[in-house]
C-alpha cells in the first residue's frame, strides 16, 4: 500500500495518453474542417478545400487563387460514465466543452505550383472526475492541447498527378494532469492529498502526399505524416499534504516525451455530375508508445527504503490502429451541397490498461453537413457528428504503483458540431 504513493508520476503518463472524448484512436483528432467532417474524414483523394492542407496537401494546386479558411468544434464532452466494480457504483464524468481549431491558407504559383500554411489541432484531450470517484487516486483531470504549424509545397508533375511535401513545428501543452493521493497508508486515515502536473515541449516533423484526379472523374489520393515525440519538460505541485508529511512531497520538475504517433492516409473517390463520394483508410502508428517513462526531479522515500515519489517506467503495450470512412455528397446547386458520412474507428488499448484518463474503445460515428458558397467566394461549411463508442471493459489492479487500473465499464457517447467560414481571393 506504501508503493501506491509512488504512482504520482501516472499523473503525467497517464495524461499524455488520455482522451476520455476525443475524436480518434488514442489521443489523436481527425476533425479539422468541417466539410470534411460531415464527409466521416474520406478527404484524402478529393482534398478539394484548404484542409487539404490536413488530409492531403497534394490537392492544394486545384485551389486556383488565394484561400483562407477558419473553423472551431464544440466537443460536447456529455454522456460519459463508469461502473465501478470496486463500489458497485456508476459515475458520471464531468460535463465539458472543448474547441479545437484549424486555420488555412492556401495560393497557387502560375499552373503547376501551390503553397500553403496551417495550423491544426491535431491530438488533445480533456477529461474530469469528480471528488468521489472510485478511480481518483488515478486520474483527476486530464487536460492536453497539441497545436501543429505546418508548411506545405505542392506541384503538379503531369496533366492527372500532384505531390507536396511540407514540415511540421508541433507545441504540446499539458494544461493540468491531476489527481488524488491517498495518505492513509503514510498514517494520515481518511486523507486524500492532491497533485497536478503543468508542462509544454516541441518537435519537428516532416509530411509527404500524393494524389491522381483522371479526366473522367475517379480521384486517388495518400499522405503521410511522420512521428513526433515533444520533450515535455514541466512542474510537479502538491496541495492538501498535512505538515508531518509535507517533505514528502516537494513541488518540482517533471519530464518526459509524449508520443504523436505516424499517420498514413489514402482514399478513393468518384466525382460525377452532382454526386461525389469517398472511400478511405487510416493508419496510426499507435504501436510506437510502448513504454512510459517518466522523471521526476525529487524523488523521495520511507525508510527501507520504500518509494513516496519516484520515477515510473510503465509499460502501455499500444497497438497500431485503422479506421474505415466512407463520405459522400450531393450538390444541389453551384450554392448548396448537403454532405453526410459514416466510420468505424478502431481503439489502440487492451482491457489491461484502460485508464480513466483514457477509456478508450472502438467507436462508430454518423455525420451530416451542410455548405454554401457565394458568388463573392465566401464559404460556409457545418457539420454535426454522432460520435457512439462501444462499452469498454477495464481490468486491473488499481493499487498497482507501475500499472494502475480501476476495474469495471466504461460507457461514452458525444456530439460535435463544427463550423468553417473561407475566403477565396484572386483566380
Known amino acids: 500500500m506504501l508503493n501506491r504513493a509512488a ?44 484542409s487539404a492542407m490536413f488530409f492531403n496537401p497534394a490537392g492544394i494546386v486545384q485551389l486556383k487563387g488565394k484561400m483562407f479558411s477558419f473553423g472551431t468544434n464544440a466537443v460536447l464532452l456529455t454522456g460519459s460514465s463508469f461502473d465501478s466494480q470496486l463500489s458497485n457504483k456508476v459515475f458520471a464524468q464531468e460535463d465539458n466543452v472543448a474547441w479545437p481549431s484549424n486555420l488555412y491558407y492556401t495560393q497557387t504559383v502560375g499552373k503547376r505550383y501551390a503553397f500553403g500554411v496551417s495550423v491544426t489541432s491535431p491530438f488533445g484531450l480533456k477529461t474530469e472526475w469528480s471528488n468521489t470517484f472510485d478511480g481518483r487516486y488515478i486520474s483527476r483531470e486530464s487536460n492536453l492541447a497539441v497545436l501543429n504549424f505546418n508548411g506545405n509545397f505542392a506541384w503538379s508533375f503531369a496533366r492527372t498527378w500532384s505531390a507536396a511535401v511540407g514540415v511540421d513545428w508541433a507545441r504540446a501543452d499539458i494544461r493540468e494532469l491531476s489527481r488524488n493521493i491517498n495518505l492513509t497508508p503514510l498514517g ?44 515535455i519538460n514541466g512542474d510537479i505541485t502538491f496541495e492538501n499534504i498535512p505538515a508531518p508529511l509535507a517533505a514528502l512531497f516537494p513541488d518540482g520538475g517533471a519530464s518526459a516525451v509524449l508520443p504523436l504517433p505516424a499517420t ?28 512510459l517513462r517518466i522523471d521526476i526531479e525529487k524523488n523521495t522515500s520511507l525508510p527501507g527504503p520504500i518509494p513516496v515519489v519516484a520515477d515510473i517506467d510503465q509499460t502501455e503495450n499500444w497497438k497500431d490502429t485503422y479506421s474505415f470512412r466512407l463520405g459522400s455528397a450531393y ?18 488499448i487492451s482491457k489491461e490498461h484502460v485508464r480513466p484518463r483514457l477509456p478508450d474503445a472502438d467507436r462508430v460515428s454518423a455525420q451530416v453537413g451542410y455548405g454554401f458558397t457565394g458568388k463573392n467566394g465566401f464559404t460556409v461549411d457545418v457539420a454535426y457528428q454522432a460520435l457512439y463508442f462501444l462499452d469498454r471493459v477495464a481490468a486491473g489492479d488499481p493499487n498497482s504503483s507501475t500499472d494502475p487500473v480501476m476495474p469495471g465499464e466504461y460507457r461514452n457517447f458525444t456530439n460535435l458540431l463544427g463550423v468553417n467560414l473561407g475566403w477565396k481571393f484572386g483566380k
Open 7 to 50: 504512482v504520482i508520476l501516472a499523473v503525467l503518463a497517464l495524461g499524455q495518453a488520455a482522451a476520455g472524448a476525443v475524436f480518434a484512436s488514442g489521443y489523436s483528432i481527425y476533425e479539422q474542417g468541417a466539410r470534411a467532417m460531415a464527409n466521416a474524414g474520406a478527404f484524402t483523394a478529393r482534398a478539394d478545400d484548404p
Open 188 to 231: 494520515c486515515a481518511g486523507c486524500d492529498g492532491f497533485t497536478k502536473i503543468t508542462g509544454d515541449g516541441d518537435d519537428i516533423g516532416w509530411n509527404i502526399a500524393v494524389r491522381w484526379a483522371a479526366e473522367d472523374g475517379l480521384r486517388w489520393g495518400a499522405s503521410y505524416r511522420s512521428k513526433m515525440k515533444p520533450k
Open 264 to 291: 498514413f492516409a489514402t482514399g478513393v473517390a468518384s466525382v460525377h455530375g452532382r454526386w461525389e463520394s469517398e472511400f478511405d483508410v487510416v493508419w496510426t502508428d499507435w504501436s510506437e508508445f510502448g513504454h
Open 331 to 348: 450538390h444541389a446547386s453551384d450554392t448548396h451541397q448537403y454532405r453526410w458520412g459514416l466510420y468505424y474507428d478502431f481503439n489502440p
